[in-house]
């Protein structure tokens, strides 16, 4: 089963993007998925059903509703990688989907899409010590890929 859930989660954070479009302010956008979509995501659905504790790390990993957005705000972002036994400051094993906060900027715990990663809800769960003012540093499962993505400047939506 560990084995699966990479393929699995990376179905459904694929999938997820073509369920649900992020809102913007009271607006909303039609959901729009093709037959085949659809029906890929219906066996997925189907096999994750059977499997409970599966069901559930997906389920707090992936979001598949629409999501308003509180705040549009513009910061650089960098990328980083940590070793197996670090623990961010709200005490959970990094992983895909945590970046690190200024929480006087952005509170810890808060919600918010980055545009380079669709479908992709990311969770404010960390903080650095560069890590002041309108900056943020994205988790990457390993160095290379933290280096590929290098220092960006992008306008994130924080999600209500």
């Known amino acids: 089963m560990i084995l699966l859930l990479p393929i699995v989660a990376s179905l459904l954070l694929a ?15 039609p959901v729009i998925a093709t037959q085949q979509e659809t029906d890929r995501q219906n066996e997925v659905r189907e096999f ?37 036994n670090s623990v961010t ?4 094993t990094p992983r895909w989907g945590v970046v690190a906060v200024d929480p006087r900027v952005i509170p810890l715990g808060a919600r918010l899409m980055i545009p ?6 990311f969770r404010a769960e960390d903080t650095g010590g560069l890590i002041k ?13 933290a280096l590929n993505w290098g220092v960006r400047t992008v306008k994130i939506q924080l999600l209500r």
């Open 15 to 29: 999938s997820s993007g073509k369920l649900a479009a992020p809102t913007i302010g009271s607006e909303r956008r």
């Open 48 to 84: 994750v059903a059977h499997q409970p504790k599966l069901a559930a790390l997906l389920e707090r990993q992936t979001h598949r509703l629409e999501y308003p957005v509180s705040a549009t705000i513009t910061v650089m972002a960098t990328g980083y990688s940590s070793g197996p």
């Open 89 to 92: 400051y709200t005490g959970i």
């Open 116 to 121: 380079d990663f669709p479908g992709v809800v």
């Open 133 to 145: 003012g309108h900056r943020i540093d994205i988790w990457f499962p390993n160095v290379q890929d």
